[in-house]
């Protein structure tokens, strides 16, 4: 399985990047796709998840600002995130989860700051 992150970049406070996570195989034929987030000197932690069953789960830092969901046209998960603050900076990961095998993406860079 291979998964490939994208859509990450440079933006100032309060603004918004659309991260997409691609998949080798069906969205669909996972138990959970989740993004990741680490930043530097700090351990990797959880944004936000989807279930098969689209259910949704987020990081208290996030909610009301992330968004998870999945592109079924495009095979993708999506993250959106609004009002950026200069905390969301880190690398982000798309993992993805299948009786019981993690797999993991390369990493997107995410920059906040003025």
């Known amino acids: 399985v291979q998964l490939q992150a994208s859509g990450g970049g440079f933006v100032q406070p309060g603004g918004s990047l659309r991260l997409s996570c691609a998949a080798s195989r069906s969205i669909f034929n996972f138990d959970t796709i989740a993004w990741y987030r680490q930043a530097p000197g700090k351990q990797r932690e959880v944004v936000a998840t989807?279930?098969?069953?689209?259910?949704?789960t987020y990081v208290d830092s996030v909610k009301g600002r992330f968004t998870i969901s999945r592109d079924s046209a495009k095979n993708t998960v999506n993250l959106q995130m609004n009002s950026l603050k200069p905390e969301d900076t880190a690398v982000y990961y798309c993992?993805?989860?299948?009786?019981?095998?993690?797999?993991w993406g390369q990493g997107t860079q995410v920059t906040v700051s003025s």
């Open positions: 993992n993805a989860l299948s009786t019981g095998l993690s797999h």
């Open positions: 989807i279930s098969r069953g689209e259910k949704t």
